[in-house]
Every structure is written in C-alpha cells, then in structure tokens.
C-alpha cells in the first residue's frame, strides 16, 4: 500500500473499477511525486483513462482511496486539478475568449483575474488575434491550443495531460511540450497519458505501466532503465577484413545484427556482453582488431520496455 506523504502530490491506493461483470481497474496503486512529470502508459482498454476520470472524480472507485495533497481526495479538490482529456470538449458554436472566460470562472476564477490570466497565455502562445472568433473557425491544432490554456490557466496543482499533442505538427506540439516542461519547473505536478514512446522519453521523470487493469510496472525512468539494460554495444569497427573481422567476434562474444548508419562501410554490430566483462574490456578488445568509430550502450526506450513487459505479461 502506498501511504500519503509530503514527497507525493496524488497517492492511490488499491483502485478497482468495475462496470458490470467487466474489470477495469483491479486493486491498482500509484505514487506521484510533487514536481514530476508522471508517465501513466498502457495499451488501448488498460484501464489508464478509468484511473484518470476517478482521480479528476468524473467517477469513484468500487474499492480504494485516493489521496491529494495528503488529504482524502474531495469534491473540493477538483479545483486543484487541471484536466486536458484525450476528447476535448470546447463548445464549437463559441467565441473563444468568451468560452475560455466561462471554463475559468467554473474552475473559481473571477473575471478579472480570468482574463489576466487569459492574456498572458494567449500572448505567450501568440494566439491572441483568436480572442473573437468561433471555435468552428479554428483548426483542429488551433483549438487544441486554446484546450490547453483553458486546462492550465487557473495553476492546478496537478496536471492531467490525456494525448495532449494530438492534432498538433511538430513545431506547435514542441511549443506545448516546452510548456510542460516550463509548469513542472514552476512547481506543477503532471500526469501525462499517451501512446508516443518518444514522448514519455522527453518529457517523464517517473512512469506506471498498466495492462489488463493491472499495473504491471511503476518506478523511477532512469531506474527502470538500469533494470531492463542487456549489457548490449552498439559498435562499428573500420578494418581491412570485415567478413574475417566478423568471424572472429563470433566466436568471443554473442552478437547481432546492428541498424544504424554511419558514413563509411564499417563493420556494425551489436555485441552481447556476459555480466562478468565491462564496456573497457570490450573497448580494448575491439581497439585491437580495428579502427573503433562507434561505441554506443544500447539503453532500452520506453517502447522497448513497454512491448517487452506486456508481451511478458501476456505470456504469463
């Protein structure tokens, strides 16, 4: 059981979710910690988006509880939240800033400081030409961006970013991901969902992982890196023999085919080392048979480690 604490913004404690004789969430458990950005993965039909709705109260849970600031989560604490859902919901028959003035005065701010607030993010996002227009007038990454001021200019606490850069091409979904980097730095707790692998590589410090309503795997990314690593080399060596050279290697190490490009016509491997020899021993092996032009530890991504621990678990 996870137990509430000063270090952790949201904990839940054995949640499980039940609609009719279907399961979504069996007796799942997280732990996030104040001023990080929270990865929460899954497949399609895991149960991420029945976590997500218990934790802004758009349901409750069959069993467990759910903590916010160290306190039994109540109704009261749905202002501290800030939700961008994956089906965004703005009203398309709108004038956008009368719209985004409404969604801020729900979540408790007075006029005034709504259009503060307002201004300062349409300034920053350089959207404020938009003020008077209809959100049927927009495009679907314009409107995606006035989604996301309206999710964030009331500073939530706690962040829930569901797919936040669909709709958005690569210059306008680096703006908003620069921008959650930016809230976590000012103080914001995050909880990011989404199936873009590369994604959680840049933007999370901690990640759960559930599966069949099951988390199947929380913890730190970089140590969960370290847990997954094979010990595997990238490398590419310049010599005279290649197929010689290949031979060789074969018969010292276990290896494997390498994808990835380099300039010259190398010799690229992948090289498996057994747990009792190190990096150095291979440099020095490998510095002895040729010119060493690539040397690089393959570190398994998230999409790695997330294939591998939901096959693992489907093969159970």
Request: proline share 3%.
């Amino acid at each position: 059981m996870h137990t509430p604490s000063s270090e952790h913004l949201l904990v839940a404690n054995n949640i499980t979710k039940k609609y009719g004789d279907y399961t979504a969430l069996n007796k799942v458990s997280i732990s996030v910690p104040r001023g990080s950005i929270f990865g929460l993965l899954g497949p399609n039909g895991a149960g991420k988006t029945s976590l997500i709705r218990i934790i802004n109260q758009i349901t409750l849970p069959d069993e467990g509880s759910l903590f916010l600031n160290g306190e039994h989560s109540r109704p009261e604490h749905v202002r501290q939240i800030g939700y961008l859902p994956e089906e965004r919901g703005l009203y398309k028959n709108m004038k956008v800033g009368e719209q985004a003035i409404y969604l801020a005065r729900l979540k408790g701010l007075s006029k005034s400081k709504a259009k503060a607030q307002l201004k300062y993010w349409f300034d920053r996002l350089h959207i404020d030409h938009w003020w008077n227009k209809k959100l049927n007038e927009l495009s679907k990454g314009m409107a995606q961006k006035i989604q996301f001021v309206v999710t964030v200019l009331h500073n939530p606490k706690l962040l829930i970013f569901d797919e936040p850069f669909s709709g958005f091409d690569p210059v306008n979904a680096n703006q908003i991901k620069d921008e959650i980097l930016q809230l976590r730095d000012d103080g914001a707790t995050v909880i990011f969902s989404t199936h873009r692998m590369e994604s959680v590589e840049e933007l999370c410090d901690h990640i759960a992982l559930i599966d069949k309503s099951e988390k199947i795997l929380d913890g730190k990314l970089i140590d969960i890196k370290r847990e997954y690593r094979s010990n595997t080399f990238e490398v590419a060596l310049e010599t005279a023999n290649n197929k010689g050279l290949l031979n060789q290697i074969q018969k010292d190490f276990k290896i494997s085919d390498a994808h990835f490009r380099t300039i010259g016509d190398e010799l690229k491997l992948n090289i498996h080392l057994d747990k009792d020899k190190t990096a150095n021993y291979l440099v020095q092996y490998l510095n002895n048979k040729g010119t060493l032009t690539h040397f690089v530890e393959k570190v398994p991504s998230v999409n790695d480690i997330f294939v591998q621990s939901v096959s693992k678990e489907n093969n159970e």
